[in-house]
T-cell receptor
Framework: DAKTTQPNSMESNEEEPVHLPCNHS???????IHWYRQLPSQGPEYVIH???SNVNNRMASLAIAEDRKSSTLILHRATLRDAAVYYC????????????FGQGTILTVHP | DTAVSQTPKYLVTQMGNDKSIKCEQN?????MYWYKQDSKKFLKIMFS???????INETVPNRFSPKSPDKAHLNLHINSLELGDSAVYFC???????????FGPGTRLTVL
């Protein structure tokens, strides 16, 4: 499985934008980039995913580098509820849904 | 209504016992999964079923046996429980094997 590298932790203030980086230099052409997050004592929750183009949804935006070797999850206005572990995951279409979670980035949001 | 539910939420048992964790999804999904999150918080996939057929079977001791009686249910039976089985077990489902996965709230298993 292609590997992703994320910072162990990041901090933000409420109402400010947050940019969570992910490096995936060994990404292959069929790998989708998925972001999930896990709030304390809960199961993981889907955030967003993309292949080549930038993506937006009601939760976040995903900016994918032109060479696809890195991506950034953007939370436009962080809230206290966004404090969680954020996982960047590569998953090829042929993986039968296998998500390989790394250690993720622990996001702390300060009021 | 909870989309993916698991029972029990907590399970405390002695070494050597046999236990089951149940998972149900009401999303009409075809694919269901079991993941294990250990004490270091790493999440690893264990099994995946698509239309009641096993499609992912990671390197898991054969003491763990998933059973899918129908598309909406995927149960996990564990024989001869060991201390190292203590973890949080998450069930998930997706519409298809490439679709977004929806996770249950987890079952915290403690083996004494």
């Amino acid at each position: 499985d292609a590997k992703t590298t994320q910072p162990n932790s990041m901090e933000s203030n409420e109402e400010e934008p947050v940019h969570l980086p992910c490096n995936h230099s060994t990404i292959s052409g069929t790998d989708y980039i998925h972001w999930y997050r896990q709030l304390p004592s809960q199961g993981p929750e889907y955030v967003i995913h993309g292949l080549t183009s930038n993506v937006n949804n009601r939760m976040a935006s995903l900016a994918i580098a032109e060479d696809r070797k890195s991506s950034t999850l953007i939370l436009h206005r962080a809230t206290l509820r966004d404090a969680a572990v954020y996982y960047c995951i590569l998953s090829p279409r042929t993986s039968y849904g296998k998500l390989t979670f790394g250690q993720g980035t622990i996001l702390t949001v300060h009021p | 209504d909870t989309a993916v539910s698991q029972t029990p939420k907590y399970l405390v048992t002695q070494m050597g016992n046999d236990k089951s964790i149940k998972c149900e999804q009401n999303l009409g999904h075809d694919t269901m999964y079991w993941y294990k999150q250990d004490s270091k918080k790493f999440l690893k996939i264990m099994f995946s079923y698509n239309n009641k057929e096993l499609i992912i079977n990671e390197t898991v001791p054969n003491r763990f046996s998933p059973k899918s009686p129908d598309k909406a249910h995927l149960n996990l039976h564990i024989n001869s429980l060991e201390l190292g089985d203590s973890a949080v077990y998450f069930c998930a489902s997706s519409g298809g094997v490439t679709d977004t996965q929806y996770f249950g709230p987890g079952t915290r298993l403690t083996v004494l």
